[in-house]
Structure formats: structure tokens, C-alpha cells
């Protein structure tokens, strides 16, 4: 159990485009997601913490503006990069937290999305 | 805040041997998560061990075990009998009590096995 899907794997684009990448918690209800962002070489950033029928905690730097999360369902949040610029491509992977977890379950990630903006 | 070390950004090591990456960490609380992560080359997270700070026996799974000293803030990684296919990227990650906020991951360690 605790499989997290992640899609689209893979995205190119335009810039200026708005771009929608979702994580799905498949077997498990998760109240908290996660998403990050890595850069090529080096180790994962977190960006925002997504709370199921709140508001994202965004970490300091962090637009809130360009990267809008919605946590709608205990099953499903999206993160929408918006007018992406090259400067946005990177590989974003979400994680999950099972609902009433306890402190020492790990989070269960996603398989990531590798994003290009042209 | 809390802050997660690795100082071996890579590493090699002959097929069937042991190797250890290193983690240090730096907490003011008493009582936290200590995680290692692996990413292959598919970039998947996958965890690979954990260890909870109030128990004193390390951690062990199979060919992966720990070395946790609480009082030196490390926790590094042992891989016994290395395969092929633990060449990847690993990370030790940290989570306080209040899990769900602040993980913090390491920078990293680039492990090449060889055949």
C-alpha cells in the first residue's frame, strides 16, 4: 500500500504557459501533501506544505502567486505553475502523509515530474 | 532550525563490499525522525531505512543498517554486500516530533557501485 501517482510524468512548454501537475494519494487518504522541487544534482527543496481544506504553507522565497497548490479531496492535490519562465523547469515531486499517521511513518512520494519550459 | 549534512557528495564502492555514507544533523529537540532515502537514476524516492531518536538500537533492513549517535548528531548509512543496483543518489532526512513540518533532506551522496 501507500502508492502516490504523479502526473504527468513529463511536461515541455511554452513560456508563459500555466502549467498543472497533480498528486494522487491511490490507496490511502492523505491529509497532508508535500511538494518540492529539485534541481539537477542536488537534493530536494521543500516549497509548500498542502493541508486537505486549507490554505498551502509556502516555505520563505517561495511565490505563492506562481505556484498556486489546491489540496480539494483527502485524495488528490495540484500544484499549477503559472506563466512558467525557463527559469521554472525542474523536476517537482509531490509527497504524502497517510491520514492520522503517526510521527514516525515516512512520507510516501510520487514519481516527480520533470518540467522544460522553452 | 534544524539543518542535515552529507560532506561525501559522491562515492564508489566494488560490488559485494561495504560502504558507509555519513549524516550529520543539527536539532534542538530531543525527540525527531531520522530517514535515508535512495534515488536511482528514475529519480523515485525510495525509502530505505528510519530510525526513531529514542530507541538506542540502530536500525537495521536487510544489507542496510545504521550507525545513530545521538550525542554526536550522526547517522550514517552502512550498505553490507553492495549490488548494482544501489548506484544512486541518497539522502538522510530528518523530521521533528511535530511530523508534517520541516523535513529536511540532506544535500546527498552519489553512490556508484562497481562492478
Known amino acids: 500500500g501507500a502508492v502516490v501517482s504523479q502526473h504527468p510524468s513529463r511536461v515541455i512548454c511554452k513560456s508563459g504557459t500555466s502549467v498543472k501537475i497533480e498528486c494522487r494519494s491511490l490507496?490511502?487518504?492523505?491529509?497532508?501533501m508535500f511538494w518540492y522541487r529539485q534541481f539537477p544534482k542536488q537534493s530536494l527543496m521543500l516549497m509548500a506544505t498542502?493541508?486537505?481544506?486549507?490554505?498551502?504553507?509556502?516555505e520563505q522565497g517561495v511565490e505563492k502567486d506562481k505556484f498556486l497548490i489546491n489540496h480539494a479531496s483527502l485524495t488528490l492535490s495540484t500544484l499549477t505553475v503559472t506563466s512558467a519562465h525557463p527559469e521554472d523547469s525542474s523536476f517537482y515531486i509531490c509527497?504524502?502523509?497517510?491520514?492520522?499517521?503517526?510521527?514516525?511513518?515516512?512520507?510516501?512520494f510520487g514519481d516527480g515530474t520533470r518540467l522544460s519550459i522553452l | 532550525a534544524q539543518t542535515v549534512t552529507q560532506s561525501q557528495p559522491e562515492m564508489s564502492v566494488q560490488e559485494a563490499e561495504t560502504v558507509t555514507l555519513s549524516c550529520t544533523y543539527d536539532?534542538?529537540?530531543?525527540?525527531?525522525?531520522l530517514f535515508w532515502y535512495k534515488q536511482p537514476p528514475s529519480r523515485q524516492m525510495i525509502l530505505v531505512i528510519r530510525?526513531?531518536?529514542?530507541?538506542?538500537q540502530n536500525a537495521t533492513e536487510n544489507r542496510f543498517s545504521v550507525n545513530f549517535q545521538k550525542a554526536a548528531k550522526s547517522f550514517s548509512l552502512k550498505i553490507s554486500d553492495s549490488q548494482l543496483g544501489d548506484t544512486a543518489m541518497y539522502f538522510c532526512?530528518?523530521?521533528?516530533?511535530?511530523?508534517?513540518?520541516?523535513?529536511?533532506f540532506g544535500p546527498g551522496t552519489r553512490l556508484s557501485v562497481l562492478p
Open positions: 498542502s493541508n486537505e481544506g486549507s490554505k498551502a504553507t509556502y
Open positions: 490507496d490511502f487518504q492523505a491529509t497532508t
Open positions: 530510525q526513531e531518536a529514542y530507541k538506542q
Open positions: 536539532t534542538s529537540e530531543n525527540n525527531y525522525y
Open positions: 532526512a530528518f523530521a521533528p516530533d511535530n511530523y508534517g513540518q520541516n523535513f529536511v
Open positions: 509527497s504524502a502523509l497517510k491520514e492520522g499517521a503517526l510521527s514516525n511513518q515516512p512520507q510516501h
